[in-house]
Every structure is written in structure tokens, then in C-alpha cells.
T-cell receptor
Framework: ETGVTQSPTHLIKTRGQQVTLRCSSQ?????VSWYQQALGQGPQFIFQ???????GRGNFPPRFSGLQFPNYSSELNVNALELDDSALYLC?????????????FGQGTRLTVV | KNEVEQSPQNLTAQEGEFITINCSYS?????LHWLQQHPGGGIVSLFM???GKKKHGRLIATINIQEKHSSLHITASHPRDSAVYIC????????????FGKGMKLTVNP
């Protein structure tokens, strides 16, 4: 039990639709990172939020966007879904930026785009 | 560019065997993480280390900063150790993101 929960666990969407994935971090963790994991691959960094501001972004198009809220919850939004967006989406919470701290992962949301 | 490589990609072992999983990285890091992922997706952090060696139960993680190499050892392996083991680095020169290897699928047969 990591104390990080994601919802929903599974989701099926149609190409072109929009989706919102949610993550509830551990209390006191001000940093949340989102990753996309395609089948058989390691997770790829999408972006990170620290104290409600974006703090780094990977090589993902602008249709991937996020929000972080003061209550340690966060969202990943994907617009204009494409078939290649089908993947496991993971969020990870950690402490303060600039301090090496352990990352705690949620169980992931498996998104299927048809 | 920070790259993380793992070897082997797949490993099958018999219960009780000593297992070593290797990880190498290309640039200076601030920390190296070993993670475990079971079918279904959830990832659990096993170790975070920046130097030396750490031990937890039957698991031992080591890192050699000069050689940019880390190993995860499993002693007296058990079928419940079957999972994907992933190493990931936090890059010194970049943001706080984790850069992941592709993972190694371990199957321990009874």
C-alpha cells in the first residue's frame, strides 16, 4: 500500500474523445509526476507538478495537460485521443523538489483507445 | 542524454537460486531507484540509493558511481519474486523526473 490512488483503474475511449485521469497523492507530498507506459516498455515521463505549478515536461504534445490541487490530488487530461495513447498511465508522488526522496506510485490507469 | 539500460531483459530461475539484475546509466545521476512491477501495473519502490549498498530482507542493491552501474540481487529466490524489475535514475542535470530502463521480467519456478 503506497498511499497513492488512481482512478479509474480501467477506461475505454474512442479516438478523438477527451479523458481525465485522477491521482490522489500521499498527504504532504508536494510533487506529482505522470508517466505513460506502453506495453513492454518502461514508463516515459509526461510532466511533473510541484506545489500546483508545472515543473518539467517530457516529449509529449500539448494535448496532454495537467493540474495539481492544494489537497494533494492531481489530474492528467488528454484531448483528441489517438490510438497510440493506449497505455498504462502512472502517477508518482514524492516530497520536495531538489531533495532525493522516494517516489510512491499509484496502481495506474489502463487506457484503451479504440 | 540520460539513458538507462538493463540486462538481461528476461530471466527464468528455479526457486532458491541467487539472482542478479544489472543496470547501467549514461550520465551522472543524483539517485538510482529499483522498482518492482507486478502484472496489473502497480509499481513498488524497492530501493533508492546514491552510493554504496542497501539491504532489505532478501534483496540487496549496490551501485558503483565510477562505473555508472547498479545491481539488484535476490537471495533464496521464491516464486512470489516473479515480477518485472525496473531501474530508474534521477538525472543530476535535469528536472526531478525518473528515467526508466525497460525492465527485466523475472520468473521464478517452484
Amino acid at each position: 500500500e503506497t498511499g497513492v490512488t488512481q482512478s479509474p483503474t480501467h477506461l475505454i475511449k474512442t479516438r478523438g474523445q477527451q479523458v481525465t485521469l485522477r491521482c490522489s497523492s500521499q498527504s504532504g507530498h508536494n510533487t506529482v509526476s505522470w508517466y505513460q507506459q506502453a506495453l513492454g516498455q518502461g514508463p516515459q515521463f509526461i510532466f511533473q507538478y510541484y506545489r500546483e505549478e508545472e515543473n518539467g515536461r517530457g516529449n509529449f504534445p500539448p494535448r496532454f495537460s495537467g493540474l495539481q490541487f492544494p489537497n494533494y490530488s492531481s489530474e492528467l487530461n488528454v484531448n483528441a485521443l489517438e490510438l497510440d495513447d493506449s497505455a498504462l498511465y502512472l502517477c508518482a508522488s514524492s516530497g520536495e523538489v531538489g531533495v532525493n526522496t522516494e517516489a510512491f506510485f499509484g496502481q495506474g490507469t489502463r487506457l484503451t483507445v479504440v | 542524454k540520460n539513458e538507462v539500460e538493463q540486462s538481461p531483459q528476461n530471466l527464468t530461475a528455479q526457486e532458491g537460486e541467487f539472482i542478479t539484475i544489472n543496470c547501467s546509466y549514461s550520465v551522472g545521476i543524483s539517485a538510482l531507484h529499483w522498482l518492482q512491477q507486478h502484472p496489473g501495473g502497480g509499481i513498488v519502490s524497492l530501493f533508492m540509493l546514491s552510493s554504496g549498498k542497501k539491504k532489505h530482507g532478501r534483496l540487496i542493491a549496490t551501485i558503483n558511481i565510477q562505473e555508472k552501474h547498479s545491481s539488484l540481487h535476490i537471495t533464496a529466490s521464491h516464486p512470489r519474486d516473479s515480477a518485472v524489475y525496473i531501474c530508474a535514475s534521477t538525472w543530476k542535470g535535469g528536472s526531478e523526473k525518473l528515467v526508466f530502463g525497460k525492465g527485466m521480467k523475472l520468473t521464478v519456478n517452484p
